[in-house]
Every structure is written in structure tokens, then in C-alpha cells.
Nanobody
């Protein structure tokens, strides 16, 4: 069974870059047709898909966050990383990494399309 674990700082100052890493075990991030995403949930709000990195290494982003988001991977460590720049207090949320697929057509861009999730990590943006 695939397991995902988020790691990174729990507190980030406004205007800085938030950086989180997801470590995957019992499954390779290069397995065909699987997508690896970052999803967040601000306090009192619903889940928001932020972006994904595909088995091929291609990346896809939510249009609303595209200008500030970057997702990359380290296949030797079976990890993928989120960077969100120029954060504000509105970026305070629980951040999850998740796996979706197999997906042969299109890109899974809804939280409902993801079957394995990390436990989530709280990130607070505050000075």
C-alpha cells in the first residue's frame, strides 16, 4: 500500500517561499499513469487542488496558483516537492500530498480523484 508523508516548516513569514516535500514509500513516483499532487485546505474552507507532477515528470498547475507554484521531483529519493512563492496569510492551510490514477487521458485536477493521501501538515503564514 502506497504511503505518503509531508515534511517542511510549519511557519512561514509573509512574502517568503513555502517549501514542502512529500516522501513516497511502497510505490514509485515514476510508475506509468500515476499523478502526484499537492492539495490544501484553508481553515473553514474546502479542499483545493494546487498542482501535480506526472509519472513522466510533466507538471500541471491550478490556474489560480500557477504564477506562484512550482512542483519538482527527486526520483532517486522517491520524493516530490512543492514551492509556493510570495505567500500571504491567505495561504495558511493544511497541505496534503496525494496520489491519483491510473489516469491515461487528461490530468486529475480534483481532490476526489486521489486515492492515497498523506496525513497533512499545517502551514501557517504569519510574521
Amino acid at each position: 500500500q502506497v504511503q505518503l508523508q509531508e515534511s517542511g516548516p510549519g511557519l512561514v513569514k509573509p512574502s517568503q517561499t513555502l517549501s514542502l516535500t512529500c516522501t513516497v514509500s511502497s510505490g514509485s513516483i515514476t510508475t506509468n499513469y500515476y499523478y502526484w499532487s499537492w492539495i490544501r485546505q484553508p481553515p473553514g474552507k474546502g479542499l483545493e487542488w494546487m498542482g501535480a507532477i506526472a509519472y513522466s515528470g510533466s507538471t500541471y498547475y491550478s490556474p489560480s496558483l500557477k504564477s506562484r507554484t512550482s512542483i519538482s521531483r527527486d526520483t532517486s529519493k522517491n520524493q516530490f516537492t512543492l514551492q509556493l512563492s510570495s505567500v500571504t496569510p491567505e495561504d495558511t492551510a493544511v497541505y496534503y500530498c496525494a496520489r491519483g490514477g491510473p489516469w491515461r487521458v487528461g490530468v486529475p485536477d480534483s481532490p476526489d480523484e486521489y486515492d492515497y493521501w498523506g496525513q497533512g501538515t499545517q502551514v501557517t503564514v504569519s510574521s
